[in-house]
């Protein structure tokens, strides 16, 4: 089992900036994949960045020039950096910690969600 701890959403303004953190712990041996996902209401849950296990990062286009996605190895944590946010970046963002062979997700575990709200 791993655990995610989130933190780090909040209310700002458009233009600002928030940094979420994402804290794993327990058999996360397994893990090579870290990621973000939000899911804005009446919407599909949609991946925002990830992260491998030897630093490379993927990041969605809408996100792309504003958004940075980090790890820690020695605190096992993910970082996602959101700047110059805008009102459609409001969403509930998860973290996500997977296993992934040959582009396939064997098994997930996911964060409780923390809500971002934008406001213009």
């Known amino acids: 089992q791993v655990q995610l701890v989130e933190s780090g959403g909040g209310l700002v303004q458009a233009g600002g900036s928030l940094r979420l953190s994402c804290a794993a712990s327990?058999?996360?041996?397994?893990?090579?994949?870290m990621g973000w996902y939000r899911q804005a209401p009446g919407k599909q849950r949609e991946l925002v960045a990830n992260?491998?296990?030897?630093?490379?990062?993927n990041l969605a286009d809408s996100v792309k020039g504003r958004f940075t996605i980090s790890r820690d190895n020695a605190k096992n944590t993910v970082y996602l950096q959101m700047n110059s946010l805008k009102p459609e970046d409001t969403a509930v963002y998860y973290c996500?910690?997977?296993?992934?062979?040959?582009?396939?997700?064997?098994?997930?575990?996911w964060g409780q969600g923390t809500q971002v709200t934008v406001s213009s």
């Open positions: 996500a910690a997977l296993r992934v062979v040959r582009d396939i997700a064997l098994y997930s575990y």
């Open positions: 327990g058999s996360i041996y397994s893990i090579n994949y």
């Open positions: 992260i491998t296990s030897a630093g490379s990062t």
